[in-house]
Nanobody, 118 residues
């Protein structure tokens, strides 16, 4: 079974860069089966896909966030990361990392609260 654990970035101020790391266990992030994604859910709103990285290392981004986001990976640590630059209070949300299996078998991290406030 795949397990994912997000890092805890804590409180950010506007204009700072959000950096999140997801540590994956139970599967190699280079295995040809899962896409590894970031999703967030702002308070009172539905989930929003941010971006994904494939087993090959190819990346995909939400058009609305592409200019500020970057998804990368460290295969030696079996981790993938999310960076969101120039954050605003609208980036406040619970952020989740997900392993999305080719057969629809998805695994979610527990989620981490990100708050942007001056």
């Amino acid at each position: 079974q795949v397990q994912l654990l997000e890092s805890d970035p804590g409180l950010l101020k506007p204009s700072q860069t959000l950096s999140l790391t997801c540590t994956v266990s139970g599967s190699s992030i280079t295995t040809n089966y899962y896409y590894y994604s970031w999703i967030r859910q702002p308070p009172g709103k539905g989930p929003e896909w941010i971006g994904s990285i494939a087993y090959s290392g190819s990346t995909y981004y939400s058009p609305s966030l592409k200019s500020r986001t970057s998804v990368s990976r460290d295969t030696s640590k079996n981790q993938f990361t999310l960076q969101v630059s120039s954050v605003t209070p609208e980036d406040t949300a619970v952020y989740y990392c997900i392993a999305m299996g080719a057969a629809g078998d998805d695994y979610w991290g527990q989620g981490t609260q990100v708050t942007v406030s001056s």
